[in-house]
C-alpha cells in the first residue's frame, strides 16, 4: 500500500525529494485535522506532530544541500510536489475515509503510528529496491528517523495513558 513506483536508479536528490513532499504532505493532514477539531487537547497533541514533520522537513532540506547546488528552501520547495502524505494516502483521502474516527488523542497517535510505520516500511523498501548506494543510504537514514517518530508517538500513548488514569 502507499508505494510510488520507482525505477530503482533514483539519485539521492530524488529520493530527499519524494520524501521531503510525503513528510509535507502529513504535516499539512495534521494542520487541517487540527482545525477540525474545538479539542484543546487534541489540537495540542496534532500542532506537536505537525512540529515534528516540519522539523524533520528541516532535516531533509539540510541532506539535500549535501546533494545539490541549492542552498535556499523556496527553491527546493519548488521542486516538491507531492499530493501525498506518509502512508502513500492524500490528505483528502485519508480524511475521508477515516476523519470521523479520529475524534479523540488515543485515536489521533493510533493513527500516526500506523502512517509512521507505514512509512518506515515503505523506505525500507525502497532501500531494498534500489541499486544506487548513497540512495539506498538516505533511505536507511530516513527510516531511521521514522523509527525515531515512532518511539515519540510512543511515548506521547504513554503519556495520555497515564494521565488517563
Excluded at 5 to 15: S, V
Amino acid at each position: 500500500m502507499g508505494m510510488v513506483p520507482l525505477r530503482g536508479d533514483e539519485t539521492p536528490n530524488e529520493i530527499i525529494i519524494l520524501a521531503y513532499g510525503m513528510e509535507k504532505g502529513l504535516g499539512e493532514f495534521y494542520t487541517a485535522l487540527s482545525r477540525s477539531t474545538d479539542d484543546s487537547e487534541l489540537t495540542s497533541i496534532l500542532t506537536k506532530l505537525a512540529g515534528i514533520e516540519e522539523n524533520h522537513r528541516k532535516k531533509l532540506f539540510n541532506l539535500f544541500t549535501n546533494y545539490s547546488d541549492v542552498s535556499d528552501m523556496e527553491t527546493f520547495e519548488s521542486s516538491t510536489v507531492s499530493k501525498m502524505m506518509e502512508g502513500g494516502f492524500t490528505t483528502e483521502e485519508f480524511l475521508k475515509e477515516h476523519g470521523p474516527s479520529l475524534q479523540t488523542v488515543v485515536d489521533v497517535l493510533n493513527a500516526a503510528m500506523m502512517l509512521e510505520t507505514q512509512a518506515l516500511d515503505l523506505y525500507l523498501r525502497y532501500s531494498q529496491n534500489t541499486k544506487e548506494e548513497k540512495s539506498r543510504v538516505i533511505f536507511y537514514a530516513i527510516a531511521e528517523d521514522e523509527k525515531a517518530h515512532l518511539a515519540a508517538l510512543g511515548k506521547l500513548m504513554e503519556k495520555t495513558y497515564e494521565e488517563g488514569d
